[in-house]
């Protein structure tokens, strides 16, 4: 290859290396402003629930809640309240670009600091794509990003006191504040300040020699600055979340040892996440995730011979105080994850295979990201290190098409993993939240009680009280939800309201009684075929009355298919319960979407098991029609 070309193609394969984590943060941004809805999610609903929302109250803002207290994000959540009207779009965009633009900010200054090799360095920085990835904490709850912050406070005391130009007197102070900060944003951040800084502590014990006395006097001052405020903050964490009736529903979480099976799955599954959605066979995805265990083992079996050895030179010390505390924290918090949510999830995920798959749910992958990047800087200077090099003579250094080939390594397991798919995470999201806001605003002014799937996972039984509240602080998303009279359901499909209209739908284990009861034989299913299904194609919102009754309180779940579908699907239902003892029937209604229009048949499953029952009226209708 000419060596003008050759010189071409390495600027072209660097300048990826820095432009690819930049446009993964924009894509991020930019899907979130395009699919992101104006509306609390989960966890957030606890503060208009509690009529708290904004609140700078310290009682709030220490109050323990699964099995933490985060004062730090909790008075940035009101401060969002009082500034943004708590609107999630404004403050998980500004969030997002704070949070993930300062990682990316410090990982490039340790990365730089640590190796002195350009193309290394950069091939490490590209690995920071994996921490953008979708579906971390931004995208749903406002407040999940309040985890990252530990991570924040210890990346940047970690560059502070080692890389940072001499602070002077103010270094020490520094490093305890952040590590304040961590111990105080999060209980996992006090146990990672206390774990780094006792880490720094052994580092510069181990450490000898003219070329890292500095790094090791500073190692040892921080030390000291950063255990002491993991210490004080551990102290406080365990202090007000473990005293009698603080977190009533935290206490209770069941919590998994590493003496069982589950912890060590939850865990892998969360490593094997760090890098991508995963891949589908699972001997395949076990396969990834054992080389990601192999070639974390060897980099701290590296770096701890590199320890005991005692370390001399500068560039091993630089890489050692870096990324062995970091790793170490890291396992430390992956550990923490597994202890306490490994057991959090269905019943019926019991199987091995089911939990380690379980374990690519939810956002606690975030931490083990950080590492992929230390990785690379690892390799480097272990290639480096693997034999002495002659004085004088120039260091070896990749040539341009092994550069390529690294970018294009990194960019295939991103690609393969879906780490690039950036925007199919907050359009399912937006869907989902689409469906709870019908639910809302189906409910609101009924003078019932509000709940819609969820609101039961975080304590709110009716959201009516959440939804005073809100209007009341003058929240962003009540202008979306005002109570309005309804006109209409849409235009009629099908109505049933006798005995003999409903001769004609199909009944699969059910026994009609003499007394005009039906008996539930087990799974009750009426299937109903419906008339017209030339307009059905067209109408892309269904809906659907019903007035049913049981002898117990019970629930029914309504399914349908999109047209061109054969079978029904759980995520393609919707199931509400209802207590209608007695001759007056519970009234119920559902809303169904489908862009590519429904077939003409529905689902309705009137009962949970066995158990008598009755539906006494079925309306079905088209509330929103596309044009022929």
């Known amino acids: 290859m000419p060596r003008t070309e050759s010189s071409v193609l390495r600027r072209w394969a660097l300048g990826a290396c820095v432009a690819l984590p930049l446009l993964m943060l924009a894509a991020n941004v930019l899907a979130w402003l395009r699919w992101g809805t104006d509306l609390p999610f989960l966890d957030d609903w606890r503060a208009y629930d509690q009529q708290v929302a904004g609140s700078l109250s310290p009682q709030v803002l220490f109050q323990p809640t699964n099995n933490t207290i985060a004062p730090v994000g909790l008075a940035l959540d009101s401060l969002a309240q009082r500034w943004l009207a708590g609107n999630p ?3 998980q965009t500004l969030s997002m670009l704070g949070v993930l633009g300062l990682l990316l900010w410090l990982q490039w200054r340790l990365l730089r600091w640590v190796l002195g090799n350009r193309i290394a360095l950069y091939l490490a920085f590209l690995c920071t794509v994996f921490m953008l990835q979708s579906g971390s904490y931004w995208g749903e709850q406002s407040l999940a990003y309040h985890q990252a912050l530990p991570l924040l406070a210890l990346l940047a005391a970690t560059w502070l006191n080692f890389a940072a130009p001499p602070p002077g007197a103010w270094r020490l102070p520094l490093v305890f504040g952040l590590g304040a900060l961590a111990g105080l944003s999060y209980i996992c951040g006090a146990v990672g300040a206390l774990c780094m800084g006792a880490a720094w502590g052994l580092l510069s014990w181990r ?3 003219a070329d890292v006395m500095e790094l090791a006097r500073r190692g040892r001052s921080g030390a000291l600055a950063l255990t002491l405020a993991g210490l004080l903050t551990l102290a406080l964490q365990l202090a007000l979340t473990r005293r009698a009736g603080a977190d009533a529903l935290g206490q209770q979480m069941r919590l998994t040892g590493p003496d069982e099976r589950d912890f060590w799955l939850y865990l892998a599954g969360k490593v094997g996440r760090a890098s991508g959605h995963g891949f589908g066979p699972l001997w395949l995805e076990l396969a990834w995730v054992a080389l990601l265990f192999v070639l974390l083992v060897a980099m701290a079996a590296w770096l701890a011979a590199r320890l005991a050895a005692r370390v001399r030179d500068e560039p091993t010390a630089r890489l050692i105080t870096v990324a062995l505390p970091l790793l170490s924290v890291v396992l430390v918090y992956l550990a923490l994850v597994s202890f306490g949510r490994s ?9 091995a295979a089911e939990v380690f798959r379980f374990a690519y749910g939810r956002f606690h992958f975030f931490w083990a ?8 800087a690892w ?7 693997r034999a002495p090099r002659t004085a004088g003579a120039p260091a070896s250094t990749p040539g341009s098409r092994a550069i390529v ?4 390594l990194v960019c295939a397991v991103a690609g393969l993993r879906g780490v690039f798919d950036v925007g199919a995470y907050y359009r399912s999201a937006s869907a989902f939240r689409a469906g709870e806001i019908r639910c809302l605003a189906r409910q609101l002014g009924s003078g019932q009680a509000i709940g819609c799937p969820g609101f039961d996972a975080v304590g709110i039984s009716d959201w009516t009280r959440a939804y005073l509240y809100a209007r009341d602080i003058g929240a962003s ?3 979306y939800l005002p109570i309005v009279a309804r006109e209409g359901f849409g235009q009629d499909v ?9 001769a004609a739908a199909r009944w699969l284990n059910a026994r009609a009684q003499s007394d005009g009861w039906l008996r539930s034989e087990g799974d009750a299913q009426m299937r109903i075929t419906l008339p017209d299904a030339e307009r059905l194609a067209r109408c892309r919102v269904l809906g659907v009355q019903l007035g049913v009754r049981a002898r117990r309180a019970d629930a029914v779940q309504v399914f349908y298919r999109p047209r061109g579908q054969t079978d029904y699907s759980e995520t393609q239902s919707v199931r509400k319960p209802y207590d209608a003892r007695g001759d007056v029937p519970a009234r119920l209604e559902f809303s169904f979407d489908s862009p590519a229009g429904f077939a003409p048949e529905l689902r309705i499953d009137p009962v949970d098991g066995p158990g008598m029952f009755d539906v006494t009226q079925l309306r079905v209708t088209c509330r929103l029609l596309a044009p022929s």
């Open 494 to 502: 099908l109505h049933w309201h006798d005995g003999a209209d409903f």
């Open 405 to 408: 080939l690294g970018v294009a």
């Open 379 to 385: 390799g480097a200077c272990a290639w480096a290190a």
């Open 477 to 479: 998303f009540v202008r």
């Open 89 to 91: 779009i404004a403050y």
């Open 369 to 376: 990201t950080l590492l992929l990047p230390w990785l690379v």
């Open 207 to 209: 450490m000898t020699g």
């Open 343 to 351: 057991a959090l999830r269905a019943q019926s995920i019991q199987d």
